[in-house]
Nanobody, 120 residues
Framework: QVQLVESGGGLVQPGGSLRLSCAVS????????MGWYRQAPGKQRERVAG???????NYADSVKGRFTISRDKAKNTVYLQMNSLKPEDTAVYYC??????????????WGQGTQVTVSS
């Protein structure tokens, strides 16, 4: 089993930055990638970014060039650096442990979520 705990959300003005963290504990040897998802009110949860154990990454078109996913294996932590934030980035952000096979596929391991609000 894998446990995920997100942190780093908050209120930020448009154009600002935030860095989300996801602390990973436990193990599941089938897991070989990590991802971030988000869910805005009244909308479906959507994938934001994924990163494989080998360092390959992919991003949703809406965040390309603004968000960066990274991982520190020594700290068992995954990060999402979010720059040039827009009001439409407002959502609950979730960390996920999953699989990489030419792209990111989620497993049923989710954190509790952290709220990001972009507003002036």
């Amino acid at each position: 089993q894998v446990q995920l705990v997100e942190s780093g959300g908050g209120l930020v003005q448009p154009g600002g930055s935030l860095r989300l963290s996801c602390a990973v504990s436990g193990s599941d040897f089938s897991i070989n990638a990590m991802g971030w998802y988000r869910q805005a009110p009244g909308k479906q949860r959507e994938r934001v970014a994924g990163i494989s154990n080998g360092g390959s990454t992919n991003y949703a078109d809406s965040v390309k060039g603004r968000f960066t996913i990274s991982r520190d294996k020594a700290k068992n932590t995954v990060y999402l650096q979010m720059n040039s934030l827009k009001p439409e980035d407002t959502a609950v952000y979730y960390c996920n442990a999953g699989y990489w096979s030419g792209g990111y596929y989620p497993a049923n391991y989710w954190g509790q979520g952290t709220q990001v609000t972009v507003s002036s």
